[in-house]
């Protein structure tokens, strides 16, 4: 019975972590893109574009772990602001596809180096050890994830 209830607290303990570090991660993205009046998730499916290319509305849902209806509102509010922009498929014209616009390359390259740099800062005050096992917890997160995930 004591290795459970050890087991909810650790689960529990690793848990709050990852969310201090996900808040973290998205408080320094909205830092970054204030001007712009943009949420997490809005950011986030941002930079999936920016590194993905254009993506299906489907593939955006399962990247980011949230539903077709919800991208799709996100989608919604990034294309009024004209910094996405929905395009068909000529092949299959029920196929959808979202991208970002050149309005938003041209500010986006921008911000995303500027990103990068301050991630790249904020690591590099870890030793050589301490990203070993920054690295080897995330691999293993996602082995962990991966192999739950096919069940």
């Known amino acids: 019975m004591d290795a459970n209830i050890n087991q909810v607290k650790d689960t529990l303990s690793l848990f709050k972590v990852f969310k201090k570090v996900m808040d973290n991660i998205h408080k320094n993205m909205e830092e970054h893109f204030k001007e712009f009046n943009l949420t997490g998730p809005q950011i986030m499916l941002i930079?999936?574009?920016?590194?993905?290319?254009?993506?299906k509305i489907s593939d955006l849902s399962s990247k980011m772990s949230l539903s077709?209806?919800?991208v799709?509102?996100?989608v919604d509010r990034l294309e009024k602001q004209d910094f996405v922009k929905r395009i068909r498929s000529k092949d299959d014209r029920r196929v959808v596809y979202v991208e970002v616009t050149s309005k938003l390359k041209k500010v986006g390259k921008a911000k995303r180096d500027r990103i990068e740099k301050s991630v790249q800062f904020i690591i590099s005050s870890a030793t050589p050890e301490e990203m070993d096992v920054i690295k080897k917890g995330l691999l293993t997160l996602e082995k962990v994830i991966d192999r739950k995930n096919k069940e």
Not at 47 to 55: S, V, Y
């Open 72 to 74: 799709s509102g996100i």
């Open 47 to 55: 930079m999936i574009l920016f590194h993905n290319g254009k993506m």
């Open 68 to 70: 077709n209806s919800t």
